[in-house]
């Protein structure tokens, strides 16, 4: 890995440390998704710092940042946008929409219709967007970040598996420590996402995610990547395994961290890692399935459940 790229993650990791007080994993699986080309679905409660965490990181870098606050009457053209008609030139003129931006912060993606959840679809999935015939290519680069409240469900539209299957992981920020809630309540966090400065521009950006595609993965690691998901797609408790997409979205998120760590090449950690929040998601538990000791698991138990039985390479 070249010296400035690791130089250039680590300031950028600093930066938005700088706000999001206390979360340094949930900032490096931000700075994961960045790099891989993906997208995050950010589910947790209000008020611990979400919308924070969009913002630092696109401030840190200096790229156009849209806020959509989803709500049950946004169209998809309140998203995408319209084609409206010149009467001087007797023609339509198209007028892009918010996501037509680097960074995209989708607020409470499932409090709209599943018509409007699916207007992103093609946006997160090929970075463009398809209206009257023509198609517009997104700025690169591009990130949807996605919030959902996970316990409050009055008024929302669950995500399809669809649309799940798109996010490349699924992180929760969690309450800070006592320690870092104090110092929040001192004021740390707001006001140093007031005062973040660009530390990095949208060239160093694509630059890192080029240096990311190149990591290397030897043949053990993929072997170790198919066994967990084939574990997936066996398990009793899963009416829905791992798909092919979500293998490569794991791969590619391996690559991302050990370029983080200074590495050309992943290692099993990486792998295990990110197992977890690449692949929670993407599985469906089958509506009556329970352990045998009468608890209810979700999607995270049964992957961990799921690493601690593959062998790890050697």
């Not at 010296?3 to 706000?19: E, K, M, P, T």
């Not at 699986?29 to 990181?57: F, S, Y």
């Not at 209206?131 to 929302?156: C, I, K, S, W």
Request: charge should be negative.
């Amino acid at each position: 890995m070249d010296a400035n790229a690791a130089d250039a993650v680590r300031v950028l990791d600093g930066n938005i440390c700088r706000a999001l007080v206390g979360k340094p994993e949930v900032v490096r699986l931000a700075i994961v998704a960045l790099l891989a080309r993906g997208h995050l679905l950010i589910e947790d409660v209000p008020g611990v710092g979400k919308t924070t965490l969009a913002q630092a990181l696109a401030r840190s870098l200096g790229l156009a940042f849209q806020r959509i606050q989803f709500t049950s009457d946004l169209l998809p053209s309140d998203i995408l946008g319209v084609s409206v008609f010149d009467p001087r030139k007797s023609e339509f003129e198209f007028k892009p929409g918010p996501i037509f931006a680097n960074i995209i912060l989708a607020d409470e993606i499932n409090r709209t219709t599943p018509k409007t959840q699916s207007s992103l679809l093609e946006a997160m999935n090929e970075s463009q967007v398809s209206l009257d015939h023509h198609t517009y290519r997104l700025p690169q680069p591009f990130m949807v970040l996605a919030t959902q409240n996970p316990l409050e469900y009055h008024g929302t539209h669950p995500l399809p598996e669809s649309q799940m299957d798109r996010f490349l992981l699924r992180i929760r920020i969690g309450y800070p420590d006592e320690s870092y809630e104090r110092q929040i309540l001192r004021g740390a966090g707001a006001a140093a996402l007031e005062g973040l400065q660009p530390v990095l521009d949208a060239a160093a950006v694509l630059s890192l995610q080029t240096q990311t595609d190149a990591v290397q993965v030897e043949e053990s690691l993929l072997g170790y990547v198919m066994a967990i998901v084939q574990a997936t797609r066996m398990h009793t408790a899963l009416a829905l395994g791992v798909s092919p997409r979500g293998s490569l979205a794991l791969v590619q998120a391996a690559k991302a961290l050990a370029l983080i760590d200074g590495r050309r090449y992943c290692v099993p950690d990486d792998i295990k890692t990110l197992a977890v929040p690449a692949f929670a998601h993407r599985v469906l538990l089958r509506a009556r399935w329970e352990q045998s000791v009468g608890e209810s698991p979700d999607g995270e138990h049964i992957i961990r459940e799921i690493l601690r039985g593959v062998p790890v390479p050697r």
